[in-house]
């Protein structure tokens, strides 16, 4: 079988790589060809099932069971093969037409941008308020355990090794072989989750995606915009910007979550600041290693000399690093960098001061570079510092600003046991639930040495201006003073179900009118609102859900936009239709005119991470697509070029195709015995028994639809093939207005 594994692979190389089709074809063969081989060399009758020669014995559990993971190695193995013939496409078109030719790239939505005649100054203030912020939530959509992960990623490594023509008959031999040792161990390994995952295994899910992809990735979309402005706007003295910023739910998202306790959200906050902390302390080392440039050939300038020699006192090492790198300056002025970054990660020894925020490492690397084009070395500083000093400003102390989430139900709970509590002796008299509430917001209070360590204080299921107002109270009572502290996170309110939605306009304007909410709200004039996409279709339907998202969006930024604020919109998209899912292009193509602005935040949920950011390339690709598909809608805006709000006519025709869809809707699932009958005709049950996830199915435990999260809706529905999810309702809509 490696023998015929390599036929197929041998002509794969920079010629075939240059046929997206061609290499699919080739690379998606060799990878069938050795799972074959090891299908066959582990469960002999499999391999005859597949081949047609014997039938299915439907009663051989076990043999099922092997053939389902068969068959899931060969869609990933697939989905592997097509992610790298994608990425090949992709590179075939700059190579044959240019980086403008890439849709989607940053370099045609800078291309397109100037072409229609938008100036320096108009990007450059946009450029100036951009931030894109993809939010990484552990659903319990993705069942592939990291370890899987892991040799996926592997066997896409080794596909790419593969690319290369370099290699001898035998070298090529030995990554085949390895290709085939990895689908080996995937056979070998327990794939599905026998427990359900802690909190802590979640954690390292999500940083296993930082690692690998998302550190480099966010450098590479950074590069992609400074050469889009170079290549469009050179004139400008544009310079581009660390437009990404990530955050994350996991460890932060106790929303009817009772494993994330106060003490997991803490340890997972020291977590993510230690692997952020760690990276850098890597890069620098490897500065150290590079930078040996002597000041006897190359004199360092003045302003560079002045830092060192106040960098070199604040190590505590300054003797030491003098001697050890003898009249090389900018190795000294590293190694004091890394002294004081080593002891702010923990490190006891030294003497160094650590540095107590991202900002003054950030200060520090701008001198570093400056130091380097003044000395001659300007293409160092270009490709081996400013890529750091960009790490640094996305993924500063924290890898990913970790939001809180709670469900209002529970602050307002908790608001009101403290309220009937004795003042002199609270905590003796609190429930279970508010105590840990409590113990919560005493946390999110306090500095974490990170500006941006906690994200938002995400409000779940907001239904009124009461909801908000008692996340300040709870605020105020946990700091022990008057106001909101000044540490406490913006609160970002979260309106879920349709009659939510319908109200935000209102909610907001009420708590915007109150100077101390106020405050908790907007920070540098900027309100943040989350949009739930999953929660809204489950109560309403999916027309009734994507009009009362768009309707809402567009009330809401004006409602704001009356009370001085601006609006930063945080979309809650799930994968599927009914979540929220779309290509990420278009569905931020679709937002309505005016509501993106630059600023953009979305959920990357589950199964779609992996997706996503598996693997470099894809990573990449996606991430310049995010801030490729913000600039573009946000410089159509400014020119009146994204679509113009609808026209009266067809708004109020999708104004009456909603209520139809919405009244047909809520009468199927108000309809008596529908709970009898969605529990018999869909496996939701069996879904809340899968080790799939550290969160329950429903919130609080109770049986009715109304505590049932929308992922087990979803997923049920798509089980028995129903799919009511993404089509009920909207055929009695269009056959009412078709009928007019």
Known sequence: MIAAALEIVHPVGPALADDPESYREH?????????DSVVRAHEPRLARVFSGSEPVDASDTGLLVKALQAIGIRFQLARIAEELAQIQQLRQIEST???DAVIGSLHRALGQAASQGVDGKT?????????VTPTITAHPTEAKRTTVLESYRRIYRSLVDLEANRWTPRERERIVVGIRNQIELLWMTGELRLDRPTLEEEVSWGLHFFNETLFDGAVEAWRDLADALARH???SGLKAPAFLRFSSWIGGDRDGNPNVTTAVTYRTMMRLRENALQHHISELKRLIGMLSISDRLSPAPEEFCSRLGQLLSLSGLGDALRQRNNRELFRQYCSAMLARLEVSNGDK??????????????????????????????QVARFEVAPLRCQVQTFGFRTASLDIRQNSSVINRTVEALSGTDPGNKSATLSDEAAETLSLFQLICESHGDPEAIGSFILSMTGSADDILNVCRLAQHASGGRHVPATFPRITPLFETIADLRNAPAILAEVLAEPEVRDALVRNGVVEVMLGYSDSNKDGGFLTSVWELARAQQQIVDTCEAQGVEVRFFHG?????????????????AQPAGTVRGRLRVTEQGEVVSGKYSNRGTARTHLKLLG??????SLGTIRNLSDEPLEAPLAAALEEMSAKAFEVYRGLLDAPGFLS??????????LTLLKIGSRPARRFGAAGLEDLRAIPWVFAWSQNRHMITGWYGVGSALEEVSAK
Do not use: C, W
Not at 27 to 34: R, T, W
Not at 628 to 633: C, G, P, Y
């Open 97 to 99: 037409a240019g980086p």
């Open 628 to 633: 490729a598909s913000v600039i573009a809608h």
């Open 123 to 131: 990007l450059g203030a946009l450029l100036e308020r951009i931030e």
């Open 349 to 378: 020894g030294g003497g160094a001061i650590p540095y107590r925020s991202p900002g003054e490492l950030i200060d520090d690397l701008a001198i570093l570079e400056d130091g380097l084009v003044q000395s001659g070395a300007e």
């Open 677 to 686: 009958y969605f529990n018999a005709a869909s496996p939701v049950e069996e």
């Open 233 to 235: 706007y050179p004139a």
């Open 573 to 589: 998209r799930g994968g599927s239709v009914s979540r929220g899912g779309a290509p990420t292009g278009r569905a931020i193509a």
């Open 27 to 35: 690379a998606g063969g060799l990878l069938v060809s050795l799972l």
